[in-house]
Nanobody
């Protein structure tokens, strides 16, 4: 599977964006999907993950209640709705695919990565 993320941009604090990650290939539904982010001079961190069917999700504490991950297996897309944005959410956001069974929260659990889409939140 190949991944292409989009939807980033510059928003004011309190604003919203919807990030998308389009996957190529016919096996999208076989992958657990995750979103990670990396701020300048910081390590990449887990944001959210969703199961193959979309029935289970898991979030980092820092985004719980503000971000929502979802997927459309018919369209081969995973979304990350980001609301109530804060300046500390500024980062490059990456989508990733995992063949593992669980909702991984570590980068090494994911096999395939898309390029980042930049989110900048102004105060």
């Amino acid at each position: 599977v190949q991944l292409q993320a989009s939807g980033g941009g510059l928003v004011q604090a309190g604003g919203s964006l919807r990030l998308s990650c389009a996957a190529s290939g016919r096996t999208f539904s076989r992958y657990v999907m995750g979103w990670f982010r990396q701020a300048p001079e910081k390590e990449r961190e887990f944001v959210a993950a969703i199961s193959r069917s979309g029935g289970r999700t898991y979030y980092a504490d820092s985004v719980k209640g503000r971000f929502t991950i979802s997927r459309d297996n018919a369209k081969n897309i995973v979304y990350l709705q980001v609301n109530s944005l804060r300046p500390e959410d500024t980062a490059d956001y990456y989508c990733a695919a995992s063949r593992a069974d669980g909702l991984g929260t570590h980068s090494y659990e994911y096999d395939t990565w898309g390029q980042g889409t930049q989110v900048t939140v102004s105060s």
